[in-house]
């Protein structure tokens, strides 16, 4: 029985006797006719209750990476916990000031913010500001200065360490858009620079090394390549990125966040630093995605004889690019028998124009599946929403709220008016 695994969905999915699905005890089919497809379904309880976890599994402070997936609503709910957040664009500020999330708690990246970012940024007093090239250093010293602020800076550096998912590659020379080279000397140079600034605060450094990381063996790599960094400049803030995998298939298993949590302690803990520094991890996917999936109405079944069976949905790489950017997988399966053996293949595509607007290239579905049913996509909390699009002018879906006091929308869908409020008509 090739049915969708259970642990795909979010903590508050369950199935009637029918076996319909319900999340938090709301029939499938109420969120359909309230919100209409596509649709987004986020499980907040869900959310806080991953939130809780990654909080307590070590003495580290938590930075929700908002790249992920932010709203005001989403942001709301984090405000209550003790927990960071990492903003990456003005835009993503202005989403945090809307909320009132307060600027103390704010991580503030990017390898090109604009004067106008940085001084958005001052004016809110934002905790961290995550430096990332020679040519911001001096800017932001510069706005510093007019301002009469003194931010806490975050060095970004590249390890030399990539994680791709299963593995990890030491690379010798790095080459990438993110970060100071700590094989060339360029971080070094840059934390000197920081530190002799007096318009500019020293706080510590910053590493990613990737998204979807099961290998915790990368962590270590990533611990070990900063080891000459922390032991020389001893920074107070000692920020090592997210990027712990999460499971989108049904044979995928998520990154243990206890089992991070040693990884990065016991990796720390070996470098005997003899002074006291402030550990924090930035994940976003591992908060979200799997806290969320997406309803579609098929529209089409094409059937192409010996080749293959499109299925058609209303929505697709608008609502949902990673397959079109990353060739990420997803299953699919049919809220109105969750039980039901998926035994049907099909290609599911969504309706732009575009050969590869594809949403899963070999999916499976019961049989009975047909034109008017709803199905879902289990695992779209993260780089979905935030990543859509609005290609072929079709309007953004609306993001729904559910826990166990009810449903409410997070974000209404976009209308047609939404589309052409930024059209000159003159
Ligand atoms: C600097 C930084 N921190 C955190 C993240 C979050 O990564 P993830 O969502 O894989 O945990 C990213 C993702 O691109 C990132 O660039």
């Not at 405000?79 to 960071?84: A, H, K, T």
């Not at 049919?334 to 293949?345: K, S």
């Amino acid at each position: 029985m090739n049915q969708l695994s259970r642990h795909l969905l979010p903590l508050g999915a369950s199935s009637d006797d029918e076996g319909r699905l319900k999340l938090h005890n709301v029939d499938f089919e109420e969120f359909v006719e309230v919100y209409g497809t596509p649709l987004f379904v986020y499980d907040t309880d869900d959310i806080e209750d991953k939130v809780r976890r990654l909080i307590a599994a070590a003495n580290w402070r938590v930075a929700y990476a908002s790249k992920a997936f932010l709203s005001v609503a989403l942001l709301k709910i984090l405000m209550q916990y003790d927990i960071l957040l990492d903003v990456a664009s003005g835009g993503e500020l202005a989403v945090a000031k809307a909320a009132k999330f307060p600027g103390s708690r704010l991580i503030f990246h990017g390898n090109n913010k604009s004067s106008v970012e940085l001084t958005d940024a001052l004016t809110y007093g934002v905790g961290l500001i995550v430096v990332d090239s020679f040519d911001e250093i001096s800017r932001l010293s510069e706005i510093a200065k007019v301002q009469g602020a003194l931010p806490r800076l975050l060095v970004r550096v590249t390890p030399g360490v990539e994680a791709h998912t299963h593995e990890y590659i030491m690379t010798g020379q790095e080459d990438s858009k993110f970060g100071f080279s700590v094989a060339s000397g360029a971080a070094k140079a840059a934390i000197e620079a920081v530190i002799d600034d007096a318009n500019l605060e020293f706080a510590g450094i910053h590493a990613h090394i990737g998204s979807q990381i099961f290998l915790l063996e990368s962590y270590r790599k990533e611990v070990e390549a900063l080891a000459l960094l922390l032991r020389t400049y001893r920074p107070e803030v000692i920020n090592l990125g997210g990027g712990i995998g999460v499971a989108y298939l049904n044979d995928e298993e998520s990154g243990d966040f206890e089992r991070w949590a040693r990884t990065l302690t016991k990796s720390i803990d070996e470098l005997n630093l003899d002074y006291s520094y402030q550990v924090i991890v930035e994940p976003g996917r591992a908060i979200v995605a799997s806290s969320a999936l997406t309803f579609y109405t098929v529209g089409t079944l094409k059937e192409i004889e010996g080749i293959r069976t499109y299925l058609a949905v209303d929505g697709g790489m608008s609502d949902n690019p990673r397959p079109v950017i990353y060739d990420s997988g997803y299953e699919a399966f049919l809220p109105r028998d969750l039980g039901a053996d998926r035994d049907r293949n099909f290609r599911i595509v969504g309706k732009h124009c575009e050969s590869g607007d594809v949403i899963i290239k070999d999916a499976y579905l019961p049989g009975s599946t047909s034109v008017g049913d709803v199905i879902a996509t289990p695992v779209t909390g993260a780089y979905g929403y935030s990543m859509a699009s609005n290609y072929n002018r079709v309007p953004r879906p609306p993001v729904v709220f559910v826990n166990s006091n009810g449903h409410r929308l997070a974000i209404r869908g976009e209308t047609y008016d939404d589309l052409l409020r930024l059209e000159n008509f003159d």
